[in-house]
């Protein structure tokens, strides 16, 4: 029989999912049970494996999860809110953190990047493909050499040649990359020296993809580093939509909130677990959860869950309304990942010895959380971004 912590987020504790429609619930409810039957049984052998199960992509087709923000590429339905969207990417990594990141590559960095930098012609030709599934995307920014300072950084090149652009140089941490059809390489022009988008199939002459491997984060993710030797691409496959890193910026503006959605899917995953393990084992003839440390720490992270979703929940008011701006999701993205960083300490604490072995599943959680808190601008890059905001000074060097 499945426990009521299947059916129902345990901890929810002020009702947030109330905030849903019934048919946002009923989407929230069909991807808790996706994650529940298709992925939980695979990840903690392929977690140990350091691989992604390839027969998830075939799944997840079938699931009609894929393509929800973007109206008109798919099916007939209007484009989901951002609130059910954060909710989604809650669900996938309060199981998985890994394959709510592939999930999020695809549905979130490379579709938006299509859909924000391409004009209709090229939205029209990629997106019902990545919309279904049948094709994956990637999303190519950061290089060995660059990750915060990227914009000024950014050494890959874009040379116009011709009808088309010729891309050299390398990038780094690439998610999916290893089998995606579609990549969107960011490079600077040398002409202009302005950054701009271009899609790139994964089998083009000139680009290696090698596999980052020996990750002790985020290990189902296919993390690589590209090369790009005279890489030729179709100006048709150019994005004609981006021409600068402000355009990028934007890209980064709209996902960074799903990250922080994430990082909440990590605590609640996390204090899932040790609830669960300190009501069943017992210690000194009685449940680890009679014992005051141990409420104290279960309460500190129901706490830091609960004002994290709240947080998050306005935010995504925010986003749907149109009134958002840069600080409001990089104060989400450092805030949600640093409360996140204490709430799968606590719960690996309360495991004790057994919270280093991967078969009870919270040793996962706790090395998972290092890499979110980490991508999709660190903590102190999201600092200076509200401070600059909240004091109309620039601390940045």
Same mark, same amino acid.
């Given at each position: 029989?499945?426990?009521?912590?299947?059916?129902?987020?345990?901890?929810?504790?002020?009702?947030?999912?109330?905030?849903?429609?019934?048919?946002?619930?009923?989407?929230?409810?069909?991807?808790?049970?996706?994650?529940?039957?298709?992925?939980?049984?695979?990840?903690?052998?392929?977690?140990?494996?350091?691989?992604?199960?390839?027969? &998830?992509?075939?799944?997840?087709?079938?699931?009609?999860?894929?393509? &929800?923000?973007?109206?008109?590429?798919?099916?007939?339905?209007?484009?989901?809110?951002?609130?059910?969207?954060?909710?989604?990417?809650?669900?996938?990594?309060?199981?998985?953190?890994?394959?709510?990141?592939?999930?999020?590559?695809?549905?979130?960095?490379?579709?938006?990047?299509?859909?924000?930098?391409?004009?209709?012609?090229?939205?029209?030709?990629?997106?019902?493909?990545?919309?279904?599934?049948?094709?994956?995307?990637?999303?190519?920014?950061?290089?060995?050499?660059?990750?915060?300072?990227?914009?000024?950084?950014?050494?890959?090149?874009?040379?116009?040649?011709?009808?088309?652009?010729?891309?050299?140089?390398?990038?780094?941490?690439?998610?999916?990359?290893?089998?995606?059809?579609?990549?969107?390489?960011?490079?600077?022009?040398?002409?202009?020296?302005?950054?701009?988008?271009?899609?790139?199939?994964?089998?083009?002459?000139?680009?290696?993809?090698?596999?980052?491997?020996?990750?002790?984060?985020?290990?189902?993710?296919?993390?690589?580093?590209?090369?790009?030797?005279?890489?030729?691409?179709?100006?048709?496959?150019?994005?004609?939509?981006?021409?600068?890193?402000?355009?990028?910026?934007?890209?980064?503006?709209?996902?960074?909130?799903?990250?922080?959605?994430?990082?909440?899917?990590?605590?609640?995953?996390?204090?899932?677990?040790?609830?669960?393990?300190?009501?069943?084992?017992?210690?000194?003839?009685?449940?680890?959860?009679?014992?005051?440390?141990?409420?104290?720490?279960?309460?500190?992270? &129901?706490?830091?869950?609960?004002?994290?979703?709240?947080?998050?929940?306005?935010?995504?008011? &925010?986003?749907?309304?149109?009134?958002?701006?840069?600080?409001?999701?990089?104060?989400?993205?450092?805030?949600?990942?640093?409360?996140?960083?204490?709430?799968?300490?606590?719960?690996?604490?309360?495991?004790?010895?057994?919270?280093?072995?991967?078969?009870?599943?919270?040793?996962?959680?706790?090395?998972?959380?290092?890499?979110?808190?980490?991508?999709?601008?660190?903590?102190?890059?999201?600092?200076?971004?509200?401070?600059?905001?909240?004091?109309?000074?620039?601390?940045?060097?």
């Amino acid at each position: 029989m499945t426990s009521p912590t299947e059916q129902q987020n345990a901890a929810d504790f002020y009702d947030f999912e109330a905030a849903l429609t019934e048919d946002e619930r009923e989407v929230l409810l069909r991807t808790r049970a996706f994650m529940r039957e298709e992925v939980r049984p695979l990840v903690a052998e392929q977690w140990a494996d350091g691989s992604f199960p390839r027969e &998830l992509i075939a799944r997840f087709r079938e699931s009609g999860l894929v393509g &929800l923000p973007y109206e008109g590429y798919g099916d007939d339905r209007p484009a989901a809110g951002h609130l059910l969207t954060g909710m989604m990417a809650m669900e996938m990594s309060r199981v998985d953190a890994s394959v709510a990141t592939f999930f999020g590559v695809h549905n979130g960095l490379a579709m938006h990047a299509v859909h924000a930098g391409g004009d209709q012609a090229q939205r029209d030709r990629w997106l019902p493909g990545m919309a279904r599934m049948d094709t994956v995307g990637a999303f190519a920014l950061t290089e060995p050499l660059d990750g915060s300072d990227i914009a000024a950084g950014m050494r890959t090149t874009a040379r116009r040649e011709g009808d088309g652009w010729v891309l050299d140089g390398a990038k780094r941490w690439i998610g999916n990359a290893t089998f995606a059809d579609h990549i969107v390489v960011w490079a600077r022009d040398v002409d202009d020296d302005q950054v701009k988008g271009f899609v790139v199939d994964g089998d083009t002459p000139g680009l290696k993809v090698e596999k980052i491997a020996h990750k002790t984060s985020l290990r189902i993710v296919e993390n690589a580093d590209l090369t790009l030797e005279g890489v030729r691409v179709p100006e048709s496959d150019r994005l004609q939509n981006a021409s600068s890193f402000r355009d990028v910026a934007e890209i980064l503006r709209a996902t960074r909130s799903g990250v922080a959605w994430q990082a909440l899917g990590v605590m609640i995953g996390a204090y899932e677990l040790a609830l669960r393990y300190a009501c069943e084992r017992q210690q000194f003839g009685r449940p680890l959860a009679g014992f005051q440390l141990v409420q104290d720490l279960l309460v500190k992270s &129901l706490g830091n869950i609960t004002s994290s979703w709240g947080m998050l929940l306005q935010l995504a008011r &925010l986003q749907d309304t149109g009134v958002f701006r840069d600080e409001h999701s990089s104060l989400a993205k450092a805030h949600v990942t640093a409360r996140m960083r204490e709430v799968v300490a606590w719960a690996r604490e309360i495991f004790g010895g057994n919270g280093i072995v991967l078969e009870y599943d919270v040793a996962r959680f706790f090395a998972d959380a290092e890499a979110i808190y980490s991508f999709e601008g660190t903590r102190e890059m999201n600092t200076l971004i509200v401070g600059k905001a909240i004091t109309g000074q620039s601390a940045f060097v």
